[in-house]
């Protein structure tokens, strides 16, 4: 420094992605100009257990994209991707460290959401799975590791979705089903391992269903049918 004092500063680094190196050096601008320290680098850690607390809804790309760089695995409460009339939601990619959400996910309202391949390593939704209105989807492979719906499962109003393929890793759903409304659906080929739905099963209002198979494994509906 200029009185020739030495001082200490300290930063907090924030928004660190996981499992990445970083960089460092610190520098000094007095009258004489600007000096650089020494370089250095780090390594960030895993994200194992990195868990928001409480609801979140997101509803544009750049809260997505945000929100995925802090690296959460886990949401403890509900997750909303949507608002009715979202417009410039393209992806999900940076959603792809989530592997529980402890309540609700609702997917509904974006009008240019045509996959949901960021969320390939969610494993559990601890209540209600929702999709509705998402007019760009034509497949659900992005939930290929889902084994776990607690709740209810709703597939309605997704006019270009062709085929529910993704959800193969279920075999028992906690609550009802309702597939209503998919204009575009020609199948319901895919629950292969579901043999139990704990409320009921509705099927109505898809247009071009061309037949009711692709629930052959199944047991037991503790509801209606």
């Given at each position: 420094?200029?009185?020739?004092?030495?001082?200490?500063?300290?930063?907090?680094?924030?928004?660190?992605?996981?499992?990445?190196?970083?960089?460092?050096?610190?520098?000094?601008?007095?009258?004489?100009?600007?000096?650089?320290?020494?370089?250095?680098?780090?390594?960030?850690?895993?994200v194992t257990g990195n868990i928001y607390n409480g609801d979140l809804t997101i509803s544009t790309q750049e809260?997505?994209?945000?929100?995925?760089?802090?690296?959460?695995?886990?949401?403890?409460?509900?997750?909303?991707?949507?608002?009715?009339?979202?417009?410039?939601?393209?992806?999900?990619?940076?959603?792809?460290?989530?592997?529980?959400?402890?309540?609700?996910?609702?997917?509904?309202?974006?009008?240019?959401?045509?996959?949901?391949?960021?969320?390939?390593?969610?494993?559990?939704?601890?209540?209600?799975?929702?999709?509705?209105?998402?007019?760009?989807?034509?497949?659900?492979?992005?939930?290929?590791?889902?084994?776990?719906?607690?709740?209810?499962?709703?597939?309605?109003?997704?006019?270009?979705?062709?085929?529910?393929?993704?959800?193969?890793?279920?075999?028992?759903?906690?609550?009802?089903?309702?597939?209503?409304?998919?204009?575009?659906?020609?199948?319901?080929?895919?629950?292969?391992?579901?043999?139990?739905?704990?409320?009921?099963?509705?099927?109505?209002?898809?247009?071009?269903?061309?037949?009711?198979?692709?629930?052959?494994?199944?047991?037991?509906?503790?509801?209606?049918?």
């Amino acid at each position: 420094s200029d009185d020739g004092l030495w001082y200490y500063h300290t930063v907090n680094l924030r928004n660190l992605k996981p499992n990445t190196q970083y960089f460092v050096r610190a520098y000094a601008t007095n009258i004489s100009g600007t000096f650089y320290g020494e370089q250095f680098s780090f390594q960030t850690g895993d994200v194992t257990g990195n868990i928001y607390n409480g609801d979140l809804t997101i509803s544009t790309q750049e809260e997505v994209d945000s929100f995925g760089a802090l690296g959460y695995n886990e949401i403890n409460g509900s997750l909303f991707i949507g608002d009715g009339s979202a417009t410039d939601l393209t992806n999900l990619d940076a959603l792809v460290d989530l592997t529980k959400v402890g309540s609700h996910l609702l997917i509904y309202g974006n009008n240019n959401l045509d996959n949901l391949d960021g969320l390939s390593k969610l494993e559990i939704v601890g209540g209600d799975l929702k999709l509705n209105t998402n007019n760009k989807i034509i497949h659900l492979q992005g939930l290929s590791n889902l084994v776990l719906v607690s709740g209810n499962l709703e597939i309605s109003s997704n006019e270009g979705l062709v085929a529910i393929e993704g959800l193969s890793g279920i075999n028992s759903l906690g609550g009802s089903v309702l597939v209503q409304s998919n204009n575009a659906l020609v199948n319901l080929e895919g629950f292969p391992e579901l043999t139990e739905i704990n409320g009921e099963l509705n099927l109505s209002g898809n247009n071009s269903l061309q037949d009711l198979n692709g629930f052959e494994t199944l047991k037991f509906i503790r509801g209606n049918l």
